[in-house]
């Protein structure tokens, strides 16, 4: 009885966040299409595990993964693994980690198979909250606004311009406070993110905190990116998940989050691409992070993930043209997707933890042990780092020293959106 009623509270509650800020359905997209992007994107499962949060992961044969769907992939040869795995070097000399890891709540249900890999099931209402199933699981393009000169000089007035960084000018639409580095050729990045759960008002507004590694021109640059996201439009929820991206053209017709298009090759059956994380950081308490690190293996031009110490997958090299070799700039922090940026009233949409940077640990967000990795093979702190803020009143970041010590700067950013110094 007791069950019936909460079933029927949830109901309505759905009821009435679908009529809500969350998702009035848009335009119709035909059911055949529908149909047949379904059957191409739910794989057929060895064996299917019920997460707390609702997601629904299926055990699918790494040989039936979507990447295989892709014309380019056919007659792919899986690499199973790296041919070297970097050492990431902290400041104390130690490889491990400092602080505890995130977990993915699907793993407290089961788990995969050996020879199988874990895929977030996309159901039919993911596909009907997109406008089309060309912009499911996509960002869209940077268009980039006209910005009076003199203003945006302000904005890059921490970096020590050489060779000009690849994110001016702003793209319309999204917000980001990162620390950079750029200039040399890059394979491979990493850092330890701190993971939060901030507040993102309404679709398709989203929020992130990750790691790109880039490489080509402003409109039509080539990345791969990790990191945690927290997205309604995708996921359907305002949990913290674990996400990735790709381009090959500036997010114009190439690339997607996750596994909703054909590319990523995964290998792990320990980790589930899009699968929410726990727990999450709260103030003044224990801190948790996620320690990614994307990596090129040289020999095969693939580009490698790994969550912590478990090898995700990778990107195939033959997805791009600048990337088969290196990147030009990384980038690690925070960026909000959405129409209330740089105007006002601005987005309540939160970035990072919620805080600003200034309020440093135990309240803003960081990233720690930010790392490159050169054709030395072993990941070190940049030669030189440069700090953006689109909308420093907004999302703010500082590359924290403490002291006179020897300790590296800690990164930290973030901010709540709109605020009395945002308004
Ligand atoms: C997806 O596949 C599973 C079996 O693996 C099936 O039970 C389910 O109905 C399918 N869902 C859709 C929407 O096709
Ligand atoms: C895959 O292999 C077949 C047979 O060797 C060949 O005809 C085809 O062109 C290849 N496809 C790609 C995309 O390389
Ligand atoms: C550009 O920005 C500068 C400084 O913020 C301001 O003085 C100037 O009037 C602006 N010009 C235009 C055309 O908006
Ligand atoms: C950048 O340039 C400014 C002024 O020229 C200098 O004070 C600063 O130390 C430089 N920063 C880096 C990271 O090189
Ligand atoms: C990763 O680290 C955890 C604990 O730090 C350890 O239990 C686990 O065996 C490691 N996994 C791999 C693949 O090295
Ligand atoms: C940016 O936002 C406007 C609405 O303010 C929207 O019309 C436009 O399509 C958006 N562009 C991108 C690239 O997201």
Redesign the pocket.
Known sequence: MEKRVSMLLLLILLCTLSNGVYGKSKARIPRFEINRRLKLLNKSAVKTIKSEDGDIIDCVDIYKQPAFDHPALKNHTIQMQPSFIPAVETSNGKLENSRPVVSQLWKRRGSCPKGTIPIRRIRRQDLLRANSLDEFGRKSPEHFERTNKTANQDRIMHL?NTNGPILSPTPENRSTAILLTYGFNFIGASGEINVWNPHVEKPPEFSTAQIWLKNGEVDSFESVEAGWIVSFSLYADTRTRFFIYWTADGYKNTGCFDLTCYAFVQTSKEITIGGALEPGSSTHQQQYVLPLNIFMDPSTSNWWLMYHNITVGYWPGSLFYLLKHSATSVEWGGQVYSFNVRKSPHTKTAMGSGYNAEQLYGLACFIGHPRILDYSKSYKYPT???IWKDEYNCYSAINYKEGNGNSEPLFFFGGPGQSPRCP
């Open positions: 020590n030189f780092v440069g």
